[in-house]
Nanobody, 120 residues
Framework: QVQLVESGGGLVQAGGSLRLSCAAS????????MGWFRQAPGKEREFVAG????????TYADSVKGRFTIFRDNAKRTVSLQMNSLKPEDTAVYYC?????????????WGQGTQVTVSS
C-alpha cells in the first residue's frame, strides 16, 4: 500500500511558477507509476502529467505540455510537478496518485489534494 501527501500549493499570479511535491510512504513506492491530476469546481478530474516507475517515461496533457515538468526521486519517495507560465485556467485542486499505470480509472492510491490558484 501507498500513502500520499501533497504540498506546495498556493496563490500565484499568472505567468508565475509553483512546484508541487508529493511525499509517499509504503514499501513498494518505486514500483508504482505516478501521476498528477487536477479538478476545478464544477469540472471533472483530469489528467495533468504522469511518470513511469523508473522515471524514464513521462506524459503530459496537451494543455500543460511545455510548461509543466514531472519528476520523481525514488530514494526520497517523492514525486514533484514543476509548473511554469501558470495560467488562470490552471486553477484547481491538484492530486498526486499512484498505480500500476497512469489513468484516472487505473490509479489505486490518491492524496488529499493541494489547492493551486492562479490570479489574472
Amino acid at each position: 500500500q501507498v500513502q500520499l501527501v501533497e504540498s506546495g500549493g498556493g496563490l500565484v499570479q499568472a505567468g508565475g511558477s509553483l512546484r508541487l511535491s508529493c511525499a509517499a510512504s509504503g514499501r513498494t513506492f518505486s514500483r508504482y507509476a505516478m501521476g498528477w491530476f487536477r479538478q476545478a469546481p464544477g469540472k471533472e478530474r483530469e489528467f495533468v502529467a504522469g511518470i513511469s516507475w523508473s522515471g524514464g517515461e513521462t506524459t503530459y496533457a496537451d494543455s500543460v505540455k511545455g510548461r509543466f515538468t514531472i519528476f520523481r526521486d525514488n530514494a526520497k519517495r517523492t514525486v514533484s510537478l514543476q509548473m511554469n507560465s501558470l495560467k488562470p485556467e490552471d486553477t484547481a485542486v491538484y492530486y498526486c496518485a499512484a498505480g500500476a499505470e497512469v489513468g484516472i480509472a487505473t490509479m489505486d492510491y490518491w492524496g488529499q489534494g493541494t489547492q493551486v490558484t492562479v490570479s489574472s
